[in-house]
């Protein structure tokens, strides 16, 4: 079964700084998605960005930039210039090509340190 | 224009309860979920529709029924509600098979007291 690891349960970083977010995952199938989910306060799932497993360039979202190492099955989370709204718990999932399901990592909380 | 609605966005009630959740999506997606978030935040797919059937039920209790009456609707029915349903529920939608990523819905805040 595929499973998805998110090791740090918390980070904070100084506004204007760049942080890494990390996340890892297991799977055996080679055509696959991967996301990184915003959830603010509010609670709503915001998506941030997406990753097509067959893709080798990393996908950038404005200051968000992913790092997608497919042979070590790693997807990490770049947010650079970090801004008091970017606080949030951060989400990184998983889908199959030919699933119907997403799945998340346990999640990471963001603080932004004015 | 709301891609992904569900009602209510909050809901308190007594233990024993039935209680409702519906769904609706404007995106014209087949795939439809329910999710559960937990007190530690960790998400966790309940049930997937695709065009109205039932794809996934990952081992929640039968006192959980969704119905789905079209493939824009997703309703969650909840019998003899317990202290451990205290959650939030997402509803959300995608394409199917070589779809992408998932919208939710804003979820609903269910407290059983």
């Known amino acids: 079964a595929q499973t998805v690891t998110q090791s740090q349960p918390e980070m904070s970083v100084q506004e204007a700084e760049t942080v890494t977010l990390s996340c890892t995952y297991d799977?055996?199938?080679?055509?696959?998605?991967l996301f990184w989910y915003k959830q603010p306060p509010s609670r709503q799932m915001i998506l941030v960005i997406r990753q097509e497993a067959y893709k080798q360039q990393n996908a950038t979202e404005n200051r968000f930039s992913v790092n997608f190492q497919k042979a070590a099955k790693s997807f990490s989370l770049k947010i650079s210039d970090s801004q008091l709204g970017d606080a949030a718990m951060y989400f990184c999932a998983y889908r199959g090509y030919r699933d119907d399901k997403i799945i998340f990592g346990k999640g990471t909380r963001l603080h932004i340190l004015p | 224009d709301t891609a992904v609605s569900q009602t209510p966005k909050y809901l308190v009630t007594q233990m024993g309860n039935d209680k409702s959740i519906k769904c609706e999506q404007n995106l014209g997606h087949d795939t439809m979920y329910w999710y559960k978030q937990d007190s530690k935040k960790f998400l966790k797919i309940m049930f997937s529709?695709?065009?109205?059937?039932?794809?996934i039920n990952e081992t929640v209790p039968n006192r959980f029924s969704p119905k789905s009456p079209d493939k824009a609707h997703l309703n969650l029915h909840i019998n003899s509600l317990e202290l451990g349903d205290s959650a939030v529920y997402f509803c959300?939608?995608?394409?199917?098979?070589?779809?992408?990523?998932?919208?939710f819905g804003q979820g609903t805040r269910l407290t059983v007291v």
């Open positions: 799977t055996s199938e080679s055509d696959y998605y």
């Open positions: 529709y695709n065009n109205k059937e039932l794809i």
């Open positions: 959300a939608s995608s394409q199917g098979q070589g779809g992408t990523e998932a919208f």
